[in-house]
Nanobody
Framework: QVQLVESGGGLVQPGGSLRLSCAAS????????MGWYRQAPGKQRELVAQ???????DSADFVKDRFAISRDNNKNTMYVRMVGLKPADTAVYYC??????????WGQGTQVTVSS
């Protein structure tokens, strides 16, 4: 089985930056894509960006040049670097992994709050 643990959330002022981390453990070889999703209060969970084992990245339109997703395979960790944060980016951010057996796993989520 695979376990995902997020970290790095917190309170940041508008225009600030954060880096979220998602550490994967267990049967890492069964993962073929990892991604970040977010869910704001009263809204549906939405894709932020995902990165495949090949390195291909798929990002939501709102990410534009503000968010950058990456993976360090040596550390079994995925990151998202977020700059130019806006109050609209306030949400719980979830790490996701898709496995070769068709399963989808989620981390517990980390809160990001953008406020002055």
């Amino acid at each position: 089985q695979v376990q995902l643990v997020e970290s790095g959330g917190g309170l940041v002022q508008p225009g600030g930056s954060l880096r979220l981390s998602c550490a994967a453990s267990g049967n890492i070889s069964s993962i073929y894509v990892m991604g970040w999703y977010r869910q704001a209060p009263g809204k549906q969970r939405e894709l932020v960006a995902q990165i495949y084992n090949s390195g291909y990245v798929d990002s939501a339109d709102f990410v534009k040049d503000r968010f950058a997703i990456s993976r360090d395979n040596n550390k079994n960790t995925m990151y998202v670097r977020m700059v130019g944060l806006k109050p609209a980016d306030t949400a719980v951010y979830y790490c996701n992994a898709l496995l070769t057996n068709g399963s989808a796993l989620w981390g517990q989520g980390t809160q990001v709050t953008v406020s002055s």
